[in-house]
């Protein structure tokens, strides 16, 4: 009676193995973008006046260069770009973490990967930090998903911090 169910567990075994290897595959984020403020929700504290990007992608890292131009602080005060600012962050796309130099206290940022359905990108960034204050967290969470065309990218992000969250939309085209 065993004999019979042979065939049928092999099937299953094979069905099984395909599934784990037929996992979704980012779509390709390379090019150099431009941020279309018009389109984009920034948020009223926002100071980015614009944002070129840069994305280099293979099979297993995606390279993010940003270079933003913010406003000058109000007030006197001395502004940040925030985790979504300036620089060049490196992911794995294999879902393993890697690590960025950061600016400031902290020193360092974790990223984490994570390909979700249909191509699109979740990028993490967690920076924890030593302040006059006491230990802090900052954490964003952004979803990256590409238009039919390739030419306009989206980037939803929310940010956790001690003072709140924050959610943006950031519009990009390709130039």
């Known amino acids: 009676m065993t004999k019979k169910f042979l065939p049928a567990a092999a099937l299953f075994v ?16 390379s090019g150099n973008w431009k941020l279309d403020l018009a389109k984009s929700e920034m948020g009223e504290r926002s100071r980015v006046e614009s944002m070129d990007m840069t994305v280099g ?8 260069d940003r270079k ?22 490196n ?15 902290g020193g360092e940022v974790a990223l984490k990967a994570k390909v979700e359905k249909g191509g699109k990108l979740q990028l993490t960034q967690t920076r924890n930090l030593e302040t006059q204050m006491g230990a802090m967290t900052i954490k964003t969470v952004e979803t990256w998903e590409l238009s039919a065309d390739g030419k306009t990218l989206t980037v939803s992000s929310a940010t956790e ?10 519009v990009f085209v390709l130039q």
């Open 68 to 89: 933003p131009k913010l406003a000058e602080a109000q007030g006197g005060g001395m502004g940040r770009g925030g985790l979504g600012g300036g620089g060049k962050l």
């Open 91 to 105: 992911y794995s796309l294999s879902g393993k973490e890697t690590k960025a130099a950061a600016g400031g206290p």
């Open 57 to 64: 992608q293979t099979a297993d890292e995606l390279a993010v």
């Open 161 to 170: 911090t001690p003072r709140g969250s924050r959610n943006q939309k950031m």
């Open 14 to 29: 094979l069905f099984a193995a395909f599934s784990v290897f037929s996992q979704d595959k980012p779509a390709n984020y």
